[in-house]
Every structure is written in structure tokens, then in C-alpha cells.
């Protein structure tokens, strides 16, 4: 089992940097899928990034492309997401998340598809 902890969160302009960083406990960290969702009140969860387990393929949603950047220590059990241009819609509470089914496969991109949540961080962008 692989427990995600979130940090990195906090209050920025627009057009600043953040970096997220989610550490996993567990061994099997380095066998999983992971990615990064978004959240904000009254919206769905939405995808973010995702990187493969060997960290050899990454995905992202047309609204971060260019501007975000997903990465992974498996050494150190730890996913990050590097943030910059950020715009205040953006703004949005960041959960790191796991896939324990896809072993060896393509990072998926649903809500769904991952099965061990963190409990978020806070990024906020101010214009």
C-alpha cells in the first residue's frame, strides 16, 4: 500500500513558480503510475499530469502543457510537479494520486483509475 503526502502548496502571483512534491510511504512506490489531479468548490477533480512508473513517459492536460512539469525520484518515493506561468485559474487544491492496478502500463488520465489519494495542497494564484 502507498500512502501520498502532499506539500509544497502556498499563495503566488501570476506568473510565479511553485513546486509540489508528494512523498509516498510504501515499497511498491517505484512499481505505480502516479499522477496529479486538481480540485476546486463545486467543480469535478481534474487531471493534471501523470508520469509512468520508470518515469520514461509523462502526460498532461492541454490547459498546463507547456507551463507544468511532472517528475519522480524513485529513490526517494517522491513525485513532483513543477509549476511556472501560473495563472489564477490554476488556483486549485493539488492531490497527488496512485495507480496499483496499471502495473507496467500507460498512465491513465481518470479520476477513477487511481487508487491511493493524498489529502491535497493548497496552491493559490492571485492577479
Known amino acids: 500500500q502507498v500512502q501520498p503526502v502532499e506539500s509544497g502548496g502556498g499563495l503566488v502571483q501570476a506568473g510565479g513558480s511553485l513546486r509540489l512534491s508528494c512523498a509516498a510511504s510504501g515499497r511498491t512506490f517505484s512499481s505505480y503510475n502516479m499522477a496529479w489531479f486538481r480540485q476546486t468548490p463545486g467543480k469535478e477533480r481534474e487531471f493534471v499530469a501523470a508520469?509512468?512508473?520508470?518515469?520514461?513517459?509523462?502526460y498532461y492536460a492541454d490547459s498546463v502543457k507547456g507551463r507544468f512539469t511532472i517528475s519522480r525520484d524513485n529513490a526517494k518515493n517522491t513525485v513532483y510537479l513543477q509549476m511556472n506561468s501560473l495563472i489564477p485559474e490554476d488556483t486549485a487544491l493539488y492531490y497527488c494520486a496512485a495507480d496499483r492496478r496499471n502495473l507496467g502500463g500507460i498512465p491513465r488520465t481518470a479520476v477513477s483509475s487511481y487508487d491511493y489519494w493524498g489529502q491535497g495542497t493548497q496552491v493559490t494564484v492571485s492577479s
Open positions: 508520469i509512468r512508473w520508470d518515469g520514461f513517459n509523462t
